[in-house]
Protein backbone atom coordinates (compact mmCIF):
# COMPACT_ATOMS: atom_id res chain seq x y z
CA UNK A 1 0.00 0.00 0.00
CA UNK A 2 1.37 3.45 -0.76
CA UNK A 3 1.54 4.94 2.71
CA UNK A 4 3.82 6.20 5.10
CA UNK A 5 3.25 3.79 7.77
CA UNK A 6 6.86 1.73 8.18
CA UNK A 7 6.93 -1.00 10.15
CA UNK A 8 9.80 -1.85 12.55
CA UNK A 9 10.78 -5.36 14.01
CA UNK A 10 11.50 -5.60 17.05
CA UNK A 11 13.57 -7.85 19.45
CA UNK A 12 10.08 -9.34 20.59
CA UNK A 13 9.19 -10.95 17.58
CA UNK A 14 6.64 -8.17 16.99
CA UNK A 15 6.71 -4.88 14.21
CA UNK A 16 6.05 -1.56 15.70
CA UNK A 17 4.27 1.23 13.42
CA UNK A 18 5.82 4.59 12.77
CA UNK A 19 4.00 7.02 10.82
CA UNK A 20 6.58 9.27 8.65
CA UNK A 21 6.13 12.82 8.75
CA UNK A 22 6.79 14.76 5.23
CA UNK A 23 8.83 17.44 4.20
CA UNK A 24 5.61 20.22 4.40
CA UNK A 25 4.88 19.84 7.73
CA UNK A 26 8.54 19.49 8.57
CA UNK A 27 9.38 23.02 6.54
CA UNK A 28 6.35 24.08 8.79
CA UNK A 29 7.71 22.77 12.03
CA UNK A 30 11.57 24.66 10.97
CA UNK A 31 9.74 27.64 10.22
CA UNK A 32 8.02 28.05 13.65
CA UNK A 33 10.96 27.40 15.27
CA UNK A 34 12.95 29.84 13.20
CA UNK A 35 10.33 32.86 14.36
CA UNK A 36 10.56 31.36 17.94
CA UNK A 37 14.01 31.43 18.26
CA UNK A 38 13.89 35.21 16.53
CA UNK A 39 11.30 36.12 19.03
CA UNK A 40 13.49 34.90 21.89
CA UNK A 41 16.82 36.51 20.20
CA UNK A 42 14.65 39.98 19.80
CA UNK A 43 13.12 39.92 23.52
CA UNK A 44 16.42 38.89 24.82
CA UNK A 45 18.65 41.50 23.20
CA UNK A 46 16.69 44.30 25.00
CA UNK A 47 18.42 43.86 28.79
CA UNK A 48 21.61 42.72 26.54
CA UNK A 49 21.45 45.78 25.40
CA UNK A 50 22.08 47.09 28.69
CA UNK A 51 24.81 45.66 29.70
CA UNK A 52 27.17 46.89 26.90
CA UNK A 53 30.48 45.48 26.06
CA UNK A 54 29.61 42.36 27.98
CA UNK A 55 26.06 42.10 26.29
CA UNK A 56 27.39 42.11 22.49
CA UNK A 57 29.59 39.10 24.28
CA UNK A 58 26.78 37.45 25.54
CA UNK A 59 24.78 37.72 22.54
CA UNK A 60 27.16 36.20 20.15
CA UNK A 61 27.42 33.51 22.32
CA UNK A 62 23.43 32.96 22.68
CA UNK A 63 23.06 33.29 18.82
CA UNK A 64 25.53 30.84 18.48
CA UNK A 65 23.80 28.14 20.88
CA UNK A 66 20.53 29.12 19.23
CA UNK A 67 22.01 28.59 15.55
CA UNK A 68 23.66 25.04 16.31
CA UNK A 69 22.50 23.59 19.53
CA UNK A 70 19.01 24.59 20.27
CA UNK A 71 17.62 21.66 18.25
CA UNK A 72 20.04 19.38 19.62
CA UNK A 73 19.29 19.63 23.18
CA UNK A 74 15.73 20.16 23.00
CA UNK A 75 15.74 16.60 20.40
CA UNK A 76 17.39 15.34 23.11
CA UNK A 77 15.68 16.76 26.62
CA UNK A 78 11.94 17.35 25.23
CA UNK A 79 11.47 13.73 24.04
CA UNK A 80 12.57 14.18 20.33
CA UNK A 81 10.92 17.72 19.58
CA UNK A 82 11.76 21.09 19.25
CA UNK A 83 8.88 23.70 20.11
CA UNK A 84 8.23 24.14 16.04
CA UNK A 85 7.75 19.98 16.05
CA UNK A 86 5.73 19.61 19.13
CA UNK A 87 3.39 22.17 17.94
CA UNK A 88 2.84 19.78 14.73
CA UNK A 89 3.17 16.56 16.98
CA UNK A 90 6.47 15.65 15.31
CA UNK A 91 8.93 13.56 17.08
CA UNK A 92 12.70 12.69 16.08
CA UNK A 93 13.60 8.93 16.51
CA UNK A 94 15.99 6.89 15.83
CA UNK A 95 15.24 4.35 12.85
CA UNK A 96 14.79 1.74 15.41
CA UNK A 97 11.86 3.91 17.11
CA UNK A 98 14.06 4.10 20.72
CA UNK A 99 14.19 8.03 22.17
CA UNK A 100 17.20 10.15 19.99
CA UNK A 101 20.18 10.42 22.08
CA UNK A 102 22.63 13.13 21.41
CA UNK A 103 25.44 11.21 19.23
CA UNK A 104 22.47 10.88 16.44
CA UNK A 105 21.25 14.70 17.28
CA UNK A 106 24.44 16.27 16.87
CA UNK A 107 24.76 14.82 14.03
CA UNK A 108 21.80 15.54 12.03
CA UNK A 109 21.55 19.08 13.41
CA UNK A 110 25.35 19.84 12.49
CA UNK A 111 24.77 18.24 8.97
CA UNK A 112 21.89 20.71 8.26
CA UNK A 113 24.42 23.10 6.91
CA UNK A 114 24.83 20.74 4.20
CA UNK A 115 21.28 19.77 4.07
CA UNK A 116 20.72 23.68 3.78
CA UNK A 117 22.59 24.21 0.64
CA UNK A 118 22.46 25.56 -2.28
CA UNK A 119 19.23 26.87 -1.14
CA UNK A 120 16.85 26.77 1.84
CA UNK A 121 17.01 22.90 2.49
CA UNK A 122 17.60 22.53 -1.15
CA UNK A 123 19.82 19.03 -1.11
CA UNK A 124 17.89 18.16 2.21
CA UNK A 125 14.45 18.26 0.15
CA UNK A 126 15.95 16.11 -2.95
CA UNK A 127 17.12 13.84 0.05
CA UNK A 128 14.04 13.54 2.19
CA UNK A 129 12.13 12.99 -1.21
CA UNK A 130 14.52 10.04 -2.83
CA UNK A 131 15.12 8.33 0.18
CA UNK A 132 12.25 5.70 1.23
CA UNK A 133 11.83 7.27 4.32
CA UNK A 134 11.78 11.04 4.21
CA UNK A 135 14.98 11.08 5.50
CA UNK A 136 17.26 14.05 4.57
CA UNK A 137 21.01 13.82 4.79
CA UNK A 138 21.39 14.60 8.27
CA UNK A 139 18.85 12.00 8.89
CA UNK A 140 20.65 9.51 7.10
CA UNK A 141 24.03 10.26 8.75
CA UNK A 142 22.23 10.18 12.00
CA UNK A 143 20.09 7.33 11.45
CA UNK A 144 16.98 8.99 12.78
CA UNK A 145 13.68 9.76 11.00
CA UNK A 146 10.60 12.07 11.96
CA UNK A 147 7.70 10.60 12.91
CA UNK A 148 3.82 11.79 14.08
CA UNK A 149 4.31 11.25 17.81
CA UNK A 150 0.64 10.27 17.87
CA UNK A 151 0.22 7.90 14.84
CA UNK A 152 -3.18 6.22 15.73
CA UNK A 153 -6.41 7.48 13.74
CA UNK A 154 -8.16 9.90 15.54
CA UNK A 155 -11.20 8.62 16.43
CA UNK A 156 -12.64 11.89 18.34
CA UNK A 157 -13.12 12.76 14.42
CA UNK A 158 -15.09 10.34 13.24
CA UNK A 159 -17.97 11.76 12.91
CA UNK A 160 -21.26 9.96 15.22
CA UNK A 161 -24.00 7.55 13.29
CA UNK A 162 -25.86 4.60 14.38
CA UNK A 163 -23.40 1.50 14.79
CA UNK A 164 -23.66 -0.81 12.07
CA UNK A 165 -22.51 -4.50 11.92
CA UNK A 166 -20.18 -4.98 8.39
CA UNK A 167 -21.54 -7.56 6.30
CA UNK A 168 -18.75 -9.59 6.01
CA UNK A 169 -15.46 -9.74 8.17
CA UNK A 170 -13.05 -6.87 7.73
CA UNK A 171 -9.24 -7.41 7.57
CA UNK A 172 -7.29 -5.36 9.59
CA UNK A 173 -5.85 -3.32 6.74
CA UNK A 174 -9.53 -3.19 5.40
CA UNK A 175 -10.31 -1.73 8.85
CA UNK A 176 -8.36 1.03 8.82
CA UNK A 177 -9.14 2.23 5.18
CA UNK A 178 -12.64 2.64 6.33
CA UNK A 179 -11.78 4.46 9.56
CA UNK A 180 -9.10 6.52 7.69
CA UNK A 181 -12.17 7.65 5.42
CA UNK A 182 -14.74 8.11 8.01
CA UNK A 183 -12.37 10.15 10.08
CA UNK A 184 -11.93 12.34 6.85
CA UNK A 185 -15.25 12.97 6.02
CA UNK A 186 -15.77 15.98 7.78
CA UNK A 187 -12.97 17.67 5.66
CA UNK A 188 -14.54 16.18 2.02
CA UNK A 189 -17.30 17.94 0.15
CA UNK A 190 -20.47 16.09 0.43
CA UNK A 191 -19.89 15.00 -3.53
CA UNK A 192 -16.96 13.84 -2.92
CA UNK A 193 -18.03 11.85 0.24
CA UNK A 194 -20.78 10.20 -1.23
CA UNK A 195 -18.33 9.28 -4.38
CA UNK A 196 -15.77 7.59 -1.99
CA UNK A 197 -18.95 5.80 -0.69
CA UNK A 198 -20.52 4.51 -3.51
CA UNK A 199 -16.91 2.49 -4.55
CA UNK A 200 -17.40 -0.25 -2.21
CA UNK A 201 -21.27 -1.63 -2.79
CA UNK A 202 -20.27 -4.81 -1.07
CA UNK A 203 -20.41 -3.06 2.32
CA UNK A 204 -23.03 -0.47 1.57
CA UNK A 205 -25.48 -2.61 -0.11
CA UNK A 206 -25.71 -0.76 -3.07
CA UNK A 207 -27.33 1.54 -1.04
CA UNK A 208 -27.17 5.22 -3.22
CA UNK A 209 -24.90 8.30 -2.42
CA UNK A 210 -26.26 9.38 1.48
CA UNK A 211 -27.44 6.26 2.46
CA UNK A 212 -24.25 4.56 1.50
CA UNK A 213 -21.75 6.63 3.35
CA UNK A 214 -24.69 6.68 6.38
CA UNK A 215 -24.07 2.96 6.05
CA UNK A 216 -19.89 3.07 6.10
CA UNK A 217 -19.98 5.86 8.84
CA UNK A 218 -22.19 3.34 11.01
CA UNK A 219 -19.76 0.55 10.23
CA UNK A 220 -16.71 2.77 11.13
CA UNK A 221 -18.73 3.45 14.61
CA UNK A 222 -18.73 0.00 15.21
CA UNK A 223 -14.88 -0.43 14.44
CA UNK A 224 -13.89 1.61 17.14
CA UNK A 225 -16.15 0.01 18.96
CA UNK A 226 -19.66 2.57 19.64
CA UNK A 227 -22.51 0.53 20.44
CA UNK A 228 -25.92 1.96 20.22
CA UNK B 1 -12.09 -15.78 22.27
CA UNK B 2 -14.06 -13.03 21.25
CA UNK B 3 -12.53 -9.32 21.01
CA UNK B 4 -14.83 -7.88 24.12
CA UNK B 5 -14.01 -10.88 25.97
CA UNK B 6 -10.23 -10.97 25.18
CA UNK B 7 -10.13 -7.00 26.20
CA UNK B 8 -11.93 -7.34 29.17
CA UNK B 9 -9.78 -10.00 30.35
CA UNK B 10 -6.84 -7.64 29.76
CA UNK B 11 -7.99 -4.50 29.95
CA UNK B 12 -6.88 -4.01 34.20
CA UNK B 13 -3.26 -4.96 32.87
CA UNK B 14 -2.81 -2.76 29.75
CA UNK B 15 -4.34 0.14 32.63
CA UNK B 16 -1.69 -1.10 35.07
CA UNK B 17 1.34 -0.82 31.97
CA UNK B 18 0.55 2.48 31.14
CA UNK B 19 0.16 3.99 34.72
CA UNK B 20 4.06 2.93 34.72
CA UNK B 21 4.87 4.53 31.70
CA UNK B 22 3.37 7.57 32.67
CA UNK B 23 5.51 7.25 36.03
CA UNK B 24 8.44 7.75 33.95
CA UNK B 25 7.17 10.94 32.51
CA UNK B 26 7.42 14.48 34.19
CA UNK B 27 6.07 14.80 37.48
CA UNK B 28 3.56 17.35 38.60
CA UNK B 29 3.30 18.48 41.54
CA UNK B 30 -0.44 18.10 42.02
CA UNK B 31 -1.21 14.58 40.65
CA UNK B 32 1.53 12.03 41.45
CA UNK B 33 1.43 8.86 39.40
CA UNK B 34 1.62 5.54 41.42
CA UNK B 35 2.57 2.78 39.78
CA UNK B 36 1.18 -0.56 40.88
CA UNK B 37 4.24 -2.75 38.87
CA UNK B 38 7.12 -4.06 40.51
CA UNK B 39 10.21 -2.63 38.08
CA UNK B 40 11.36 -5.77 38.19
CA UNK B 41 8.76 -7.37 36.63
CA UNK B 42 8.36 -4.85 33.66
CA UNK B 43 10.16 -6.75 31.10
CA UNK B 44 8.37 -9.61 31.38
CA UNK B 45 4.87 -7.42 31.48
CA UNK B 46 6.01 -5.79 28.27
CA UNK B 47 6.58 -9.05 26.40
CA UNK B 48 3.20 -10.42 27.56
CA UNK B 49 1.73 -6.66 26.04
CA UNK B 50 3.50 -7.92 22.34
CA UNK B 51 2.35 -11.25 22.85
CA UNK B 52 -1.34 -9.48 22.93
CA UNK B 53 -0.76 -7.16 19.98
CA UNK B 54 0.40 -10.40 18.47
CA UNK B 55 -2.07 -12.12 18.75
CA UNK B 56 -4.65 -9.19 17.95
CA UNK B 57 -3.38 -8.90 14.98
CA UNK B 58 -3.58 -12.73 14.31
CA UNK B 59 -7.12 -12.88 15.34
CA UNK B 60 -7.97 -9.80 13.04
CA UNK B 61 -9.51 -7.68 16.09
CA UNK B 62 -10.37 -4.38 15.26
CA UNK B 63 -7.58 -1.83 13.78
CA UNK B 64 -8.86 0.57 16.93
CA UNK B 65 -7.65 -2.59 19.18
CA UNK B 66 -4.59 -3.04 17.38
CA UNK B 67 -3.39 0.94 16.87
CA UNK B 68 -4.43 1.18 20.73
CA UNK B 69 -1.53 -1.87 21.71
CA UNK B 70 0.74 -0.59 18.99
CA UNK B 71 0.80 2.67 21.15
CA UNK B 72 1.36 1.22 24.54
CA UNK B 73 3.90 -1.07 22.95
CA UNK B 74 5.85 1.31 21.41
CA UNK B 75 5.89 3.41 24.23
CA UNK B 76 7.04 0.25 26.14
CA UNK B 77 9.88 -0.40 23.29
CA UNK B 78 11.14 3.60 23.57
CA UNK B 79 11.12 3.33 27.67
CA UNK B 80 12.88 0.30 27.50
CA UNK B 81 15.11 0.36 24.99
CA UNK B 82 15.91 4.15 25.47
CA UNK B 83 17.21 4.18 28.72
CA UNK B 84 19.80 6.70 29.11
CA UNK B 85 23.07 6.20 31.26
CA UNK B 86 24.28 8.87 33.33
CA UNK B 87 25.43 11.58 31.04
CA UNK B 88 27.92 13.71 33.17
CA UNK B 89 30.15 10.42 34.07
CA UNK B 90 29.93 9.95 30.57
CA UNK B 91 30.92 13.01 29.94
CA UNK B 92 34.47 13.06 32.14
CA UNK B 93 35.02 9.33 31.10
CA UNK B 94 35.17 10.65 27.57
CA UNK B 95 37.54 13.93 28.46
CA UNK B 96 39.63 11.53 30.37
CA UNK B 97 40.55 8.91 27.53
CA UNK B 98 37.54 8.46 24.73
CA UNK B 99 38.70 11.41 22.85
CA UNK B 100 42.74 11.17 22.35
CA UNK B 101 41.50 7.59 21.97
CA UNK B 102 39.33 8.58 19.11
CA UNK B 103 41.48 10.97 17.70
CA UNK B 104 44.30 7.94 18.02
CA UNK B 105 42.08 5.51 15.92
CA UNK B 106 41.07 8.47 13.19
CA UNK B 107 45.05 8.75 12.71
CA UNK B 108 45.01 8.54 9.17
CA UNK B 109 42.53 10.57 8.31
CA UNK B 110 43.87 13.14 11.11
CA UNK B 111 47.75 13.32 9.56
CA UNK B 112 45.94 13.78 5.73
CA UNK B 113 43.75 16.61 7.10
CA UNK B 114 47.42 18.30 8.96
CA UNK B 115 49.34 17.80 5.93
CA UNK B 116 46.35 19.73 4.32
CA UNK B 117 46.41 22.45 6.63
CA UNK B 118 49.48 22.71 7.89
CA UNK B 119 51.29 22.48 4.71
CA UNK B 120 50.73 25.63 2.71
CA UNK B 121 50.36 27.51 6.06
CA UNK B 122 53.58 26.59 6.67
CA UNK B 123 55.10 26.63 2.83
CA UNK B 124 53.52 30.33 3.14
CA UNK B 125 55.09 31.31 6.32
CA UNK B 126 59.14 29.88 4.99
CA UNK B 127 58.33 31.73 1.29
CA UNK B 128 56.25 34.52 1.67
CA UNK B 129 59.04 36.83 4.09
CA UNK B 130 61.33 36.32 0.54
CA UNK B 131 58.92 36.73 -1.78
CA UNK B 132 56.13 39.19 -0.40
CA UNK B 133 54.45 39.75 -3.51
CA UNK B 134 53.13 36.24 -3.23
CA UNK B 135 50.95 37.35 -0.22
CA UNK B 136 48.58 39.84 -2.52
CA UNK B 137 47.80 36.98 -4.57
CA UNK B 138 46.10 34.82 -1.80
CA UNK B 139 44.53 38.09 -0.20
CA UNK B 140 43.49 41.65 -1.42
CA UNK B 141 45.94 44.44 -0.34
CA UNK B 142 42.96 46.44 2.19
CA UNK B 143 42.53 42.72 4.54
CA UNK B 144 46.63 42.97 4.78
CA UNK B 145 46.70 46.15 5.67
CA UNK B 146 43.90 45.59 8.13
CA UNK B 147 45.80 42.64 10.17
CA UNK B 148 49.13 44.84 9.84
CA UNK B 149 47.35 47.86 11.95
CA UNK B 150 45.87 44.53 14.32
CA UNK B 151 49.51 43.91 15.02
CA UNK B 152 51.32 47.05 14.42
CA UNK B 153 53.56 48.68 17.48
CA UNK B 154 50.47 51.19 18.05
CA UNK B 155 48.46 48.41 18.79
CA UNK B 156 47.63 48.42 22.99
CA UNK B 157 45.12 45.60 22.63
CA UNK B 158 47.26 43.05 19.87
CA UNK B 159 45.22 41.02 17.85
CA UNK B 160 42.02 43.82 17.77
CA UNK B 161 40.76 45.53 14.70
CA UNK B 162 38.89 48.47 17.44
CA UNK B 163 41.11 48.92 19.98
CA UNK B 164 37.97 49.53 22.44
CA UNK B 165 36.85 45.81 21.90
CA UNK B 166 36.60 44.47 25.42
CA UNK B 167 37.76 40.62 25.98
CA UNK B 168 33.84 39.41 26.73
CA UNK B 169 32.75 40.59 23.28
CA UNK B 170 35.76 39.21 21.50
CA UNK B 171 35.36 35.78 23.68
CA UNK B 172 31.51 35.62 22.03
CA UNK B 173 32.80 36.84 18.92
CA UNK B 174 35.54 34.31 18.34
CA UNK B 175 33.09 31.00 19.52
CA UNK B 176 30.22 32.49 17.03
CA UNK B 177 32.98 32.49 14.21
CA UNK B 178 35.27 29.95 14.84
CA UNK B 179 33.45 27.03 16.44
CA UNK B 180 31.10 28.06 13.80
CA UNK B 181 33.91 27.23 11.26
CA UNK B 182 34.51 24.19 12.55
CA UNK B 183 31.19 22.82 12.23
CA UNK B 184 30.84 24.18 8.52
CA UNK B 185 34.34 22.30 7.83
CA UNK B 186 33.20 19.21 9.30
CA UNK B 187 29.73 19.04 7.73
CA UNK B 188 31.13 20.32 4.10
CA UNK B 189 32.91 16.88 4.05
CA UNK B 190 29.73 15.30 3.32
CA UNK B 191 30.25 16.63 -0.17
CA UNK B 192 32.35 14.16 -0.87
CA UNK B 193 35.11 15.27 1.21
CA UNK B 194 35.58 18.38 -0.99
CA UNK B 195 33.94 20.72 1.34
CA UNK B 196 36.64 19.37 4.27
CA UNK B 197 39.36 19.77 1.52
CA UNK B 198 38.45 23.31 0.92
CA UNK B 199 38.52 24.85 4.09
CA UNK B 200 41.23 23.06 4.93
CA UNK B 201 44.06 24.08 2.43
CA UNK B 202 41.78 27.87 2.37
CA UNK B 203 42.56 28.59 6.22
CA UNK B 204 46.11 27.33 5.81
CA UNK B 205 46.75 29.35 2.58
CA UNK B 206 44.83 32.21 4.95
CA UNK B 207 46.56 31.72 7.97
CA UNK B 208 49.98 31.65 5.99
CA UNK B 209 50.07 34.41 3.99
CA UNK B 210 48.82 36.38 7.10
CA UNK B 211 51.88 35.06 9.08
CA UNK B 212 54.26 35.36 6.16
CA UNK B 213 53.47 39.03 5.46
CA UNK B 214 53.75 39.90 9.33
CA UNK B 215 56.65 38.18 9.28
CA UNK B 216 58.08 40.30 6.07
CA UNK B 217 56.83 43.56 7.92
CA UNK B 218 59.02 42.84 10.99
CA UNK B 219 55.55 42.36 13.22
CA UNK B 220 56.59 38.83 14.07
CA UNK B 221 56.96 39.32 17.52
CA UNK B 222 53.95 41.29 18.06
CA UNK B 223 52.13 38.93 15.97
CA UNK B 224 53.50 35.07 17.72
CA UNK B 225 53.20 36.56 21.20
CA UNK B 226 49.73 37.04 20.01
CA UNK B 227 49.33 34.05 18.68
CA UNK B 228 51.36 31.95 20.68
CA UNK B 229 49.05 31.18 23.65
CA UNK B 230 46.03 29.64 21.88
CA UNK B 231 47.42 28.34 19.04
CA UNK B 232 47.66 24.64 19.89
CA UNK B 233 44.27 24.27 20.65
CA UNK B 234 43.02 26.07 17.82
CA UNK B 235 45.17 24.94 14.64
CA UNK B 236 44.41 21.70 16.18
CA UNK B 237 41.17 22.23 16.55
CA UNK B 238 40.52 23.27 12.71
CA UNK B 239 42.62 20.32 11.93
CA UNK B 240 40.19 18.19 13.66
CA UNK B 241 37.66 19.85 12.07
CA UNK B 242 38.88 18.62 8.53
CA UNK B 243 40.10 15.34 9.03
CA UNK B 244 36.17 14.41 10.58
CA UNK B 245 35.01 16.23 7.48
CA UNK B 246 37.26 13.90 5.20
CA UNK B 247 36.15 10.90 6.89
CA UNK B 248 32.46 11.03 6.09
CA UNK B 249 33.44 12.20 2.52
CA UNK B 250 36.22 9.28 2.34
CA UNK B 251 32.64 6.59 3.45
CA UNK B 252 31.08 8.07 0.67
CA UNK B 253 33.36 7.40 -1.91
CA UNK B 254 34.52 3.82 -0.75
CA UNK B 255 31.71 2.53 1.63
CA UNK B 256 34.19 -0.52 1.37
CA UNK B 257 31.12 -3.65 1.11
CA UNK B 258 28.51 -1.42 2.91
CA UNK B 259 25.90 0.26 0.95
CA UNK B 260 26.60 4.08 1.38
CA UNK B 261 24.12 4.99 3.41
CA UNK B 262 24.98 2.31 6.11
CA UNK B 263 29.20 3.56 5.62
CA UNK B 264 28.26 6.96 6.31
CA UNK B 265 25.52 6.14 9.02
CA UNK B 266 29.28 4.37 10.92
CA UNK B 267 30.97 7.00 9.92
CA UNK B 268 28.72 9.71 10.93
CA UNK B 269 28.56 7.83 14.84
CA UNK B 270 32.64 7.46 14.71
CA UNK B 271 33.53 11.00 14.00
CA UNK B 272 31.27 12.69 16.93
CA UNK B 273 33.70 11.86 19.47
CA UNK B 274 35.95 14.22 17.39
CA UNK B 275 33.41 16.89 16.74
CA UNK B 276 32.58 17.37 20.71
CA UNK B 277 36.11 17.10 21.37
CA UNK B 278 37.27 19.98 18.64
CA UNK B 279 34.64 21.83 19.56
CA UNK B 280 35.58 22.09 23.64
CA UNK B 281 39.25 23.08 22.25
CA UNK B 282 37.82 26.10 20.28
CA UNK B 283 35.83 26.67 23.21
CA UNK B 284 39.16 26.86 25.45
CA UNK B 285 41.10 28.51 22.42
CA UNK B 286 38.42 31.37 22.50
CA UNK B 287 39.21 31.87 26.03
CA UNK B 288 42.48 32.16 26.02
CA UNK B 289 42.55 34.11 22.81
CA UNK B 290 40.63 36.99 24.10
CA UNK B 291 41.61 36.97 28.14
CA UNK B 292 45.19 36.08 27.14
CA UNK B 293 46.44 36.71 24.35
CA UNK B 294 45.92 40.18 23.72
CA UNK B 295 47.53 41.25 26.59
CA UNK B 296 50.33 43.50 26.00
CA UNK B 297 52.29 43.80 29.75
CA UNK B 298 52.86 39.63 29.95
CA UNK B 299 56.34 39.85 27.85
CA UNK B 300 56.74 38.09 24.84
CA UNK B 301 59.14 35.38 26.06
CA UNK B 302 56.41 34.86 28.38
CA UNK B 303 53.67 34.06 26.32
CA UNK B 304 55.67 31.75 23.87
CA UNK B 305 57.14 29.42 27.06
CA UNK B 306 52.74 29.24 27.98
CA UNK B 307 52.54 28.53 24.16
CA UNK B 308 54.77 25.58 23.79
CA UNK B 309 53.66 24.24 27.31
CA UNK B 310 50.21 24.52 25.68
CA UNK B 311 51.29 22.43 22.70
CA UNK B 312 53.45 20.12 24.51
CA UNK B 313 50.52 19.38 27.05
CA UNK B 314 48.06 18.76 24.00
CA UNK B 315 49.99 16.51 22.21
CA UNK B 316 51.00 14.68 24.70
CA UNK B 317 47.18 13.95 25.67
CA UNK B 318 46.53 12.92 22.11
CA UNK B 319 49.80 10.52 22.22
CA UNK B 320 49.32 9.16 25.51
CA UNK B 321 45.40 10.39 26.92
CA UNK B 322 43.31 7.27 27.88
CA UNK B 323 45.92 4.34 27.19
CA UNK B 324 45.88 3.41 30.88
CA UNK B 325 43.48 0.67 32.24
CA UNK B 326 41.31 2.70 34.02
CA UNK B 327 40.76 5.41 31.67
Known sequence: MLDTAREIPTPEGIELTLRLAGPVVRALAWLLDLFARLGFLIVLSIPIRL??????GLSLILYFAMEWLYPALFEVYAKGATPGKKAFGLAVLHSDGTPVQMPAALIRNLLRAVDFLPLIYGFGLVSMLLSRDFQRIGDIAAGTVVVYRDNAVRHGLIPNAVPAVPPLPLTAAEQRVLLDLAARVPQLTEERAHELAGLVPYLTGNRSDAGALARLLGIANHLIGRRT | MRQDIFEETYRARWAEF????????????????????????????YRELCQQLALARDRQYSAELIDRLGQLVLA??????????RSTDQLMQFFRGGFPRSVRREIRFVLVAALLFFGPLLLLTAIIPSYPDFAYIILPAEALDGVQEMYGS????LGRKRQADS??????FYIFNNVR???QTFASGLLFGIGALFYLVYNGLFIGAVTGHLVHAGLARNFFSFTAGHSAFELCAICLSGAAGLKLGYALIAPGRRTRGAALRIAAKESVPLVV???TMLLIAAGIEAFWS????VPPTAKYAVGAAMWILLLTYFAFGGRTRGA
Not at chain 1, 51 to 56: K, S, T
Not at chain 2, 76 to 85: E, P
Not at chain 2, 154 to 157: E, G, I, L, R, T
Not at chain 2, 167 to 172: N, Q, R
Open chain 1, 51 to 56: LGELGV
Open chain 2, 18 to 45: ADWLKSLGPRRADQSVATTIDVLDIPAR
Open chain 2, 76 to 85: GHQALYGARS
Open chain 2, 154 to 157: AAQQ
Open chain 2, 167 to 172: DVAMFG
Open chain 2, 181 to 183: IGF
Open chain 2, 277 to 279: GLS
Open chain 2, 294 to 297: PRTF
